[in-house]
């Protein structure tokens, strides 16, 4: 039994490591922090990937993404129980982080930083292939998802984000799907007072801010010949008032640099909802000369059409 928990654990961190490789992330992995907390009643807390990285969105910030992986070969039981022992693990794993060594000596090599932010991921992902308990974040009718979960108070912490099989799922099939039609592309990073650059243009990173590992639009662009393409990723179902909103918020942080927009959704079908995408375009026309393409970052014949 030890040698298979073992192995389950390898194959979470090898799991982890290839979203690590979608997010441009280098790892820095398997770190042993010594505990400097009595409290945690630890002498050591596992770093299974760390990430430092210069933030995009915010100007002179340093941003260390301390990584968890909690991988099973069943699927989600006991939630509310396991979700309370894995978060208070890596609250604690993120607090030594902050005052340790580790992080003193790794940060010394980005000069001209006067932020460091520490935040937590928290992998909290199965080998279930069933799709019918992936989103363990809401209540589901029988049970409360996380999101009514109370954390205790004596965690210190800023941020910690929790990807479930459904979240991980997203992340993996459109972050692969948009590595597979462009090979070059960016994260949208829109311009800011906290990030303002000299010349006062929009930012576009290589890399992926830990910010988007949760959030519901995903925003990247591609440089083509004839100007920078806008795409966003949208976790979340399509209908008529997702995609107004959706479009209505790509013309107007990105009318400046590009017309060319790619909406995609995870259930978008061709045949359904092409009428909808001609609709919106027809509302939304300013007499200015946009393309816009909606598809699915789940391809398969139904979706093809206008993707």
Same mark, same amino acid.
């Given at each position: 039994? #030890?040698?298979?928990? =073992?192995?389950?654990?390898? *194959?979470?961190?090898? /799991?982890? &490591? %290839?979203?690590?490789?979608?997010?441009?992330?280098?790892?820095?992995?398997?770190?042993?922090?010594?505990?400097?907390?009595?409290?945690?009643?630890?002498?050591?807390?596992?770093?299974?990937?760390?990430?430092?990285?210069?933030?995009?969105?915010?100007?002179?910030?340093?941003?260390?993404?301390?990584?968890?992986?909690?991988?099973?070969?069943?699927?989600?039981?006991?939630?509310?129980?396991?979700?309370?022992?894995?978060?208070?693990?890596?609250?604690?794993?993120?607090?030594?982080?902050?005052?340790?060594?580790?992080?003193?000596?790794?940060?010394?090599?980005?000069? #001209?930083?006067?932020? =460091?932010?520490?935040?937590? *991921?928290?992998?909290? /992902?199965? &080998? %279930?292939?069933?799709?019918?308990?992936?989103?363990?974040?809401?209540?589901?009718?029988?049970?409360?998802?996380?999101?009514?979960?109370?954390?205790?108070?004596?965690?210190?912490?800023?941020?910690?984000?929790?990807?479930?099989?459904?979240?991980?799922?997203?992340?993996?099939?459109?972050?692969?799907?948009?590595?597979?039609?462009?090979?070059?592309?960016?994260?949208?990073?829109?311009?800011?007072?906290?990030?303002?650059?000299?010349?006062?243009?929009?930012?576009?990173?290589?890399?992926?801010?830990?910010?988007?590992?949760?959030?519901?639009?995903?925003?990247?662009?591609?440089?083509?010949?004839?100007?920078?393409?806008?795409?966003?990723?949208?976790?979340?179902?399509?209908?008529?008032?997702?995609?107004?909103?959706?479009?209505?918020?790509?013309?107007?942080?990105?009318?400046?640099?590009?017309?060319?927009?790619?909406?995609?959704?995870?259930?978008?079908?061709?045949?359904?909802?092409?009428?909808?995408?001609?609709?919106?375009?027809?509302?939304?026309?300013?007499?200015?000369?946009?393309?816009?393409?909606?598809?699915?970052?789940?391809?398969?014949?139904?979706?093809?059409?206008?993707?």
């Amino acid at each position: 039994m #030890g040698e298979f928990s =073992k192995y389950v654990g390898e *194959v979470g961190e090898g /799991i982890v &490591n %290839d979203f690590l490789t979608l997010f441009r992330w280098r790892n820095m992995n398997n770190k042993e922090l010594p505990c400097c907390t009595p409290t945690h009643e630890k002498k050591t807390h596992g770093i299974d990937s760390l990430f430092i990285y210069e933030s995009p969105l915010q100007k002179q910030s340093l941003v260390s993404v301390v990584v968890s992986t909690k991988y099973s070969s069943n699927p989600y039981e006991n939630v509310s129980t396991t979700f309370r022992s894995h978060f208070k693990d890596i609250a604690h794993t993120v607090e030594c982080y902050g005052k340790s060594r580790i992080k003193r000596d790794l940060t010394k090599a980005f000069k #001209g930083s006067s932020r =460091k932010d520490d935040v937590g *991921v928290l992998f909290y /992902i199965n &080998n %279930d292939n069933s799709g019918t308990k992936d989103n363990i974040k809401l209540d589901d009718g029988k049970k409360k998802g996380i999101a009514a979960h109370r954390i205790s108070g004596d965690l210190k912490f800023k941020t910690i984000h929790v990807i479930d099989n459904e979240r991980a799922d997203f992340l993996y099939a459109s972050l692969n799907f948009i590595k597979s039609k462009y090979s070059d592309y960016e994260f949208f990073c829109l311009t800011t007072s906290l990030n303002v650059a000299a010349d006062n243009q929009t930012n576009h990173s290589p890399l992926m801010p830990v910010e988007y590992i949760t959030s519901p639009i995903i925003p990247l662009s591609v440089s083509t010949s004839s100007g920078k393409k806008f795409i966003l990723l949208c976790d979340f179902v399509f209908t008529q008032e997702s995609l107004t909103l959706v479009y209505h918020l790509a013309r107007n942080l990105c009318a400046d640099f590009a017309n060319h927009y790619e909406i995609y959704f995870q259930d978008y079908n061709a045949l359904e909802h092409d009428p909808i995408v001609d609709e919106v375009k027809m509302s939304s026309d300013t007499g200015v000369e946009v393309e816009l393409f909606v598809g699915s970052y789940n391809k398969n014949f139904r979706s093809e059409a206008n993707g």
